[in-house]
């Protein structure tokens, strides 16, 4: 099967890269399962959006807007993670010291 730019499906001889296409992007459940491993590097993303290529670049920009976003929310969510509990140390710190002082 050849997934076309306009979203109809052109049935041929399946070589390796279209088999791969059709196996991650041919169900939803396969493209959330697809989603899924990108986003928790069981899968190189590379990989995936090179295959994008294959149906199209705006196929391949939206890919990469999802990754760039998902990445852009771990790395706000695990620095919040780290500042907010060098907050919460810095505050036991500074109240040990008053205690101390007096």
């Given amino acids: 099967l050849n997934l076309q730019r306009d979203g109809s499906?052109?049935?041929f001889m399946e070589t390796g890269e279209e088999k791969v296409l059709y196996q991650?992007?041919?169900s939803v459940q396969g493209a959330m399962y697809t989603l899924f491993k990108v986003s928790t590097g069981g899968q190189s993303?590379?990989?995936v959006s090179d295959q994008m290529l294959l149906i199209g670049g705006q196929n391949f920009l939206v890919f990469l807007l999802y990754m760039v976003l998902f990445l852009f929310v771990?790395?706000?969510s695990v620095t919040a993670i780290f500042v907010s509990s060098t907050e919460e140390y810095a505050g036991k710190d500074a109240?040990?010291?008053v205690y101390e002082q007096l």
Avoid: R
Wanted: net charge negative.
């Fill in 45 to 47: 993303w590379g990989e």
């Fill in 95 to 97: 109240q040990s010291m």
């Fill in 24 to 26: 991650h992007w041919a």
């Fill in 9 to 11: 499906i052109v049935e």
């Fill in 74 to 76: 771990v790395a706000n």
